[in-house]
């Protein structure tokens, strides 16, 4: 176990749905990531965040919408999203921004 | 902007067998350099970081490498086994990104027993 878990682990919504992943860490870490892992991409960072201040939004739709009420905890709400945005959401933490990030096993998204 | 290559996107071996995996990006002024794996449909697994002062990095049958100037790594298994399969993935995070690791797609190992 790394020391972060997601859940679900696998969700399947509509287009129309409203759903949350929910990500803890219990490292102690100071920042916390989410990333997207399409077939056949590399991982791309979606957003990053630090002392629950989002310091960085790498350019993600509005239908995500994330959420860090404490270091420990991340979520990513999720809104009228399109069947291109099925995907592996992972999400990591590190110690302090910069340092080496642990991810935990992610949650498998299916969008119909 | 930053891209991060891996060779060959699929190995397949017999078990027993060492074996390198290879990554090059195209900037090379990294901050460090973190090798992972991934099981299919799991999150990754940190298995070396090499910081970009470091030449390379050992744990138990793994090496890593790093040429910072020519922009490469290598990640060496030694006497393969079955367990070892697994998509292998590069991360560099550069001097002036922060908290940014830019990945590569993966090399996907299968060790045949």
């Known amino acids: 176990e790394t020391g972060v878990t997601q859940t679900p682990r696998h969700l399947v919504m509509g287009m129309t749905n409203k759903k949350s992943l929910k990500c803890e860490q219990h490292?102690?870490?100071?920042?916390m990531y989410w990333y997207k892992q399409s077939a056949k991409k590399p991982l791309e960072l979606m957003f990053v965040?630090?002392?629950?201040?989002?310091?960085e939004n790498n350019s993600v739709p509005s239908r995500f919408s994330p959420e860090c009420p404490n270091s420990s905890h991340l979520f990513l709400h999720l809104h009228t999203l399109q069947p291109e945005d099925s995907a592996l959401y992972l999400c990591?933490?590190?110690?302090?921004?910069?340092?080496?990030?642990?991810f935990g096993p992610g949650t498998r998204l299916t969008v119909l | 902007k930053q891209e991060v290559t891996q060779i060959p996107a699929a190995l397949s071996v017999p078990e027993g067998e060492n074996l390198v995996l290879n990554c090059s990006f195209t900037?090379?002024?990294?901050?460090?350099l973190q090798w992972f794996r991934q099981d299919p449909g799991k999150g990754l697994t940190s298995l070396l970081l090499?910081?970009?002062?470091?030449r390379e990095q050992t744990s138990g049958r793994l090496n890593a490498s790093l040429d910072k100037s020519s922009g490469r790594s290598t990640l060496y298994i030694a006497a393969s086994q079955p367990g070892d399969s697994a998509t292998y993935l590069c991360?560099?995070?550069?001097?002036?990104?922060?908290?940014?690791?830019?990945f590569g797609e993966g090399t996907q190992l299968t060790v045949n027993p």
């Open positions: 490292l102690g870490h100071n920042a």
């Open positions: 990591a933490s590190s110690r302090l921004l910069g340092t080496e990030q642990f």
């Open positions: 090499i910081q970009s002062s470091q």
């Open positions: 965040y630090s002392l629950e201040e989002r310091v």
């Open positions: 900037d090379s002024a990294i901050y460090n």
């Open positions: 991360a560099v995070r550069e001097e002036t990104s922060g908290s940014r690791l830019t």
